[in-house]
């Protein structure tokens, strides 16, 4: 087996941005470390000049803008049918100039929890239709609550998984601080940072559902 199969890798995926003062500095440490990362975006947050700029400026750096739904709001499971579609139809095309030919689109839970709350059936088929592939992740080190503590978290992650999706957040809790020293760790440990996503974390890719979504709905 050749070594590369062996190496661990990490994908690093960005919720909830963007937000000016802060995805700039990241983008900065991605782009003095030449690392391209996945960077899951609310929509209504890109009214403004400043954050059309800092998704263009994604583009042009080599990272993938994904759909994080229109507001953040009730995760998909709470929610009819119509405001479904809304969350997710209306921020896919607020997005669509940016996201490329691969529609990437992570649902949203409680506190990161991989749970029934994530989707429902009308978000299913909407994703299915419109040959999109649904992102999940297999490491939520709490950034959010923790804005030092979650690296060691992170690293803690990284090692029990052969291919790490970590979800951390480009939000103003000064979390991003802390990213060049994940960066360090994970360089010093031999990790790889990797764009590619492992396929299980991706029950729908291109609109084929290829692993259960059963235990993401609703009863």
């Avoid at 990284?158 to 990213?179: C, F, K, N, S, Y």
Wanted: aromatic share 6%; proline share 7%; glycine share 8%.
């Amino acid at each position: 087996m050749p070594p590369s199969t062996l190496a661990k890798r990490v994908t690093l995926t960005f919720d909830n941005g963007p937000t000016p003062g802060v995805t700039d500095d990241v983008l900065d440490v991605l782009a003095e470390r030449y690392l391209q990362a996945i960077f899951f975006v609310v929509a209504n947050r890109v009214d403004g000049d400043a954050a059309r700029d800092l998704l263009t400026r994604m583009v042009r750096d080599g990272h993938q803008v994904g759909n994080h739904s229109l507001s953040h709001g009730p995760p998909l499971g709470e929610l009819c049918a119509q405001d479904s579609i809304a969350e997710i139809d209306t921020a896919y095309r607020r997005l669509r100039e940016f996201t490329g030919e691969r529609f990437l689109f992570r649902p949203w839970g409680t506190d990161g929890q991989l749970g029934r709350r994530c989707l429902n059936p009308t978000a299913v088929d909407y994703l299915i239709a419109g040959k999109h592939t649904c992102v999940m992740w297999n490491s939520v080190p709490r950034d959010w609550e923790d804005p030092i503590g979650w690296v060691d978290r992170a690293l803690a992650d990284v090692a029990a998984h052969p291919h790490t999706v970590t979800v951390i957040h480009d939000l103003p809790t000064g979390a991003m601080r802390e990213l060049p020293r994940f960066l360090d760790e994970l360089e010093r440990a031999g990790v790889a940072v990797s764009s590619e996503l492992p396929e299980d974390c991706l029950p729908i890719i291109d609109g084929r559902v290829v692993s259960s979504v059963d235990h993401l709905m609703p009863l």
